[in-house]
């Protein structure tokens, strides 16, 4: 069973950065996808970012246009761990992430994942 443990959220200004890890503690998978998604209050859950790798591979990554050019997803596959960059912030990106996992190759939307994070808490304040 995948157990995905999420770190990093906070409050910040704009234009500050924050940097979200999200450790896959079972290591269940050696090849699939992780992803980003975000839920502002009253808001349906969007995906934010993604990444899939495989073992004796590359990785692909794919971004919500909302933060492409301020988001930048990336793994350290020996430990299991996916982070997420976030440059740039605005008062918009304000939400709980969450980090969730899939076999699926390079899958953007959230019922094609079967495991998630408790979620992080992120506020960008103007």
């Known amino acids: 069973q995948v157990q995905l443990v999420e770190s990093g959220g906070g409050l910040v200004q704009a234009g500050g950065s924050l940097r979200l890890s999200c450790v896959d503690t079972?290591?269940?998978?050696?090849?699939?996808?992780m992803g980003w998604f975000r839920q502002a209050p009253g808001k349906e859950r969007e995906f934010v970012a993604a990444?899939?790798?495989?073992?004796?591979?590359?990785?692909?990554?794919d971004y919500a246009d909302s933060v492409k050019g301020r988001f930048t997803i990336s793994r350290e596959y020996a430990k299991n761990t996916v982070h997420v960059q976030m440059d740039s912030l605005k008062p918009a990106d304000t939400a709980v992430y969450y980090c969730?996992?899939?076999?699926?190759?390079?899958?953007?939307?959230?019922?094609?994942?079967?495991?998630w994070g408790q979620g992080t808490q992120v506020t960008v304040s103007s």
């Open positions: 079972r290591r269940t998978f050696s090849s699939y996808t």
């Open positions: 969730a996992a899939t076999i699926k190759y390079m899958a953007t939307t959230s019922r094609d994942y079967d495991y």
């Open positions: 990444i899939s790798w495989w073992r004796n591979g590359g990785a692909t990554t």
